[in-house]
């Protein structure tokens, strides 16, 4: 996922055929599967299966959904977990038609998986009527299965009616050969 490419084969964005334009992430997700990239991608976003689903929990599923998935468990009273704090290499984020300076965090989890001494720089490209603040800027690992987390801060600026419902970026952890990639969706209702 946070290898996959977002261009096609003459490196133009990938067409979405159906409109005859350009494609966003609701259509291609996080792009082209790039398998030699996979199997070495420099930074990994740990999840287990608890971690689902505590999230399914946060988004009110009920017990005897979740039994479903898993046996012997119930959710906990109160939600331990937003539905934004799944540690997952993409970000959606959703605001409110009229909101302004509204933000949404996010808190992230990366584990090294490549170099074992390395650094990556965060590039990001906001999506339109979106600031983004990631800290630190920097993460620096010293081995092999270091973990280290950051946050990101999403805020919602003034959306003039010529930006569309959804606008869309990404946050890419830059080091060397490796470009760990999570894509942004971000949806105004």
Not at 58 to 70: A, G, H, P
Not at 103 to 130: D, F, H, Q, R, W
Request: hydrophobic share 35%; aromatic share 12%; net charge positive.
């Amino acid at each position: 996922m946070t290898t996959a490419y977002v261009t096609d084969n003459k490196g133009s964005p990938i067409l979405d055929i159906a409109f005859n334009s350009s494609a966003t992430p609701f259509a291609f997700g996080s792009g082209h599967v790039d398998p030699e990239r996979a199997s070495d991608p420099g930074l990994i976003y740990d999840i287990t299966p608890e971690d689902y689903v505590y999230y399914l929990c946060s988004l009110k599923y009920n017990d005897s959904q979740i039994s479903l998935f898993t046996d012997n468990f119930t959710c906990p009273k109160h939600a331990t977990m937003q539905p934004g704090d799944l540690n997952y290499p993409s970000f959606a984020v959703n605001f409110n038609s009229s909101a302004q300076n509204i933000t949404v965090p996010y808190k992230m989890t990366v584990t090294n998986v490549g170099a074992p001494k390395s650094t990556y720089k965060v590039l990001v490209e906001e999506p339109k009527a979106i600031s983004v603040i990631v800290k630190p800027k920097i993460l620096t690992f010293k081995k092999l299965g270091e973990k280290l987390s950051y946050k990101v801060s999403f805020i919602g600026l003034k959306r003039t009616k010529s930006i569309a419902a959804s606008s869309f970026g990404s946050l890419v952890w830059v080091s060397g050969k490796y470009r760990v990639r999570s894509p942004i969706a971000a949806s105004w209702e």
